[in-house]
């Protein structure tokens, strides 16, 4: 399932990291959304350039290749955060305390071992594109920046995913049931609650809108 789940706070340090690590993932998903908005307009004056002048925007296609990787990976920490991820969680969702806690460390360090083999990997190939020069096929324009967005955006994610496992394994030592910095997983019923009462809100903001009051 794919829903941003609730995150719990405290006094303690793990949760002011938490806190302040939240800016960082906010601040890159606000210059990814940026990015589209920007993206938008670009394709707007190439539509009405072609149209109305026969003069689209030049090198159009290699923007928006280039613009896909800030669009894919700059909220991904976020969305990580936020457990906005899609997931399977029909087993997971039936398993409670320690047994719990430990499948998600245990999901949670496999996901860490696997960003860091993609960090490598597209490290690898930024720095190749760097010192190849190597650039899009109609104006030039250099494709490194785009391919460090990735190493970077996984480095931001490798983080997230550190307090998270340190969130469960605090959780797994305690055994509580409100574990910090980690989302909590919502069952069917209360994600379907929420939706219901999202959509009910925004039909009763329509219908003040059209009354004028």
Known sequence: MSNHSPVLSDQSTLSWLD????????????LGGIVIFLLVFLATANVLGRWLFNMPVSGYIDWVEQAMAFMAFLGIAYTMRQGGHIRMDIIVSHLHGRRLWLVEILSSIL???????????????????????????????PTWP?????????????????????????????????????????????????????LSGSETGSVTDRDGR
């Open 146 to 198: 785009a391919k460090l967005v990735v190493p970077v955006a996984l480095s931001v994610l490798a983080l997230r995913l550190l307090l998270q496992i340190w969130g469960y394994a605090r959780a797994l030592r305690s055994n509580t049931t409100t574990p910090v910095v980690v989302p909590l997983i919502e069952d069917a019923a209360t994600v379907a609650a929420q939706e219901a009462e999202s």
């Open 19 to 30: 806190r302040t690590f939240f800016k960082l993932e906010s601040g890159l998903n606000l």
């Open 111 to 141: 996901m860490l071992l696997m960003t860091l083999v993609l960090i490598y990997g597209s490290y690898l190939h930024f720095l190749r594109a760097y010192s190849l020069g190597d650039s899009s096929l109609d104006i030039d324009l």
